[in-house]
């Protein structure tokens, strides 16, 4: 399976979406959104995520997706509403397995 180092662009955006995203390491990203998610339990929508990181919200939500999909964040089943903003979704780092000690893993 292969890692992408950099984001994508859609073939429809301008040509500045596609040196933009050759700017963003994902995987620097990804490990900066699930890092602050394990530090509040409670979740984080993707607003106070920027808020908390510095990261720009546009580097962030579309991050989000492709984490659930690896199974390193979930989203809660809550919405919070700040200020006049519509309410948005509640994300949450997900638990990682227990591991066995060596030698245990089939027993």
């Known amino acids: 399976m292969f890692a992408f180092l ?12 596609d040196e933009a995203a050759e700017l963003v390491h994902v995987e620097h990203v990804e490990g900066v959104i699930v890092r602050h998610l394990k530090f509040w339990p409670a979740g984080l929508t993707c607003i106070e995520l920027a808020g908390s990181t510095g990261l720009p919200r546009d580097s962030i939500s579309p991050r989000m997706k492709p984490l659930e999909g690896k199974g390193l964040v979930y989203r ?9 903003r ?3 979704t509640v994300w949450k780092a997900a638990q990682q397995p227990a591991r066995l000690p060596l030698g245990q893993e089939g027993a």
Request: charged share 25%.
């Open 6 to 17: 950099n984001a994508l662009s859609r073939t429809s955006d301008p040509i500045t979406s």
């Open 76 to 84: 809660d089943g809550t919405r919070r509403v700040r200020g006049s």
């Open 86 to 88: 519509s309410a948005t």
